[in-house]
């Protein structure tokens, strides 16, 4: 008796773990669902032309990156492989996909020397930002980290610890893929091109 | 006679402690609007002797400090060092992601193809001036993308 239930047990184990790999490890998936469908999502902020939310570039793929200008290595590097990995595209491509930098740091970052900071950078990545309650909501909405670190010692005053990602949105608003800072440009621009 | 021994001892050290060599030197081009940047390069050790990098100063920036970044759970921190130890007969690198050289308070913007003076000055009394070109964030990155 107790081996027939030990049996139905350990197949039924076998065909769900199977069904599971199949659906975890499949390449259509970039994400394993449960993942996916707890971050992301809509968010409204502030850039140089006024109130912007994500839902405005339904259509487009974006890219968006938190970050701050005061940032002397890692926020030029991410914004270095957006630009280089957009530039990639065609031109008509390029007119489908953004790059959004959100400053974390609205003390110092203005909507304003945002925008020149971005456009530097390729002219398909924009800049916004917020007060500091609708900062934290949005990256708490992907799972993303950022905290003020006083720096007495430095000319700085502060710096900001913070998780450095590209976060994947594809034209249906949804969070596609959380990608590394440093990711290779022509990786991205294969992901990029992957929705176009 | 034990002063012109410590002499000859200080004088040897002296010697054998600046033997540096500089390579890869860049700084980083940068937006207009940006009032921070940052500096790279490899630092070879060749004497027998660890050494360290104490400060450094620039006539583009109104200070310029070492730091680190460190990437721990994901996060990003930057911090900044009192001095960047270059040990006996080894490279150190400092490169994106890692150490740098951060110029804060930038007097006029960096752009690629210009060069920006830098002084460095080490723990044994010694200092090593030079120009170095303005990159773009780009230049050099493959190596370190994964």
Known sequence: ?196 | MRLPLTALLLATNLAVAADLSVTDARARAVPPTAEISAAFMTLTNNANEDVALVSAQSSVAESVELHTNSMTDGKMKMRRIDQIELPAQQSTKLEPGGLHIMLIGLKKPLKMGETVDLELSFSDGTNETMNIPVEHVMTGMKKGMH
Not at chain 1, 108 to 115: A, F, K, N, V
Not at chain 1, 177 to 184: E, K, Y
Request: hydrophobic letters at 40%; charged letters at 15%; a negative charge.
């Open chain 1, 1 to 196: 008796m107790r081996n027939w239930i030990l049996f139905s047990a350990l197949g039924l184990a076998v065909v769900a773990g199977a069904y599971l790999s199949f659906e975890l490890f499949s390449p259509k998936t970039p994400l394993p669902r449960y993942a996916q469908s707890s971050i992301g999502g809509d968010f409204t902020l502030r850039s140089v032309d006024g109130e912007i939310s994500l839902s405005d570039y339904l259509g487009e793929v974006v890219m968006v990156y938190f970050g701050f200008m005061s940032c002397p290595d890692v926020c030029p590097t991410s914004m270095g492989v957006m630009g280089t990995a957009i530039k990639q595209l065609s031109p008509a491509q390029q007119q489908k996909v953004r790059g959004l930098f959100i400053s974390v740091d609205p003390q110092r970052d203005t909507p304003e020397e945002l925008h020149a900071y971005t456009q530097y950078f390729s002219d398909r990545i924009f800049g916004a930002t917020g007060t500091q309650p609708q900062i934290d909501a949005i990256i708490k909405q992907y799972g993303a980290y950022y905290s003020f670190v006083p720096m007495e010692d430095s000319a700085l005053g502060y710096t900001v610890d913070h998780s450095a990602r590209i976060y994947l949105i594809d034209p249906q608003g949804n969070l596609a893929d959380v990608l590394a800072h440093d990711i290779n440009p022509v990786e991205l621009h294969e992901r990029l091109a992957a929705y176009l």
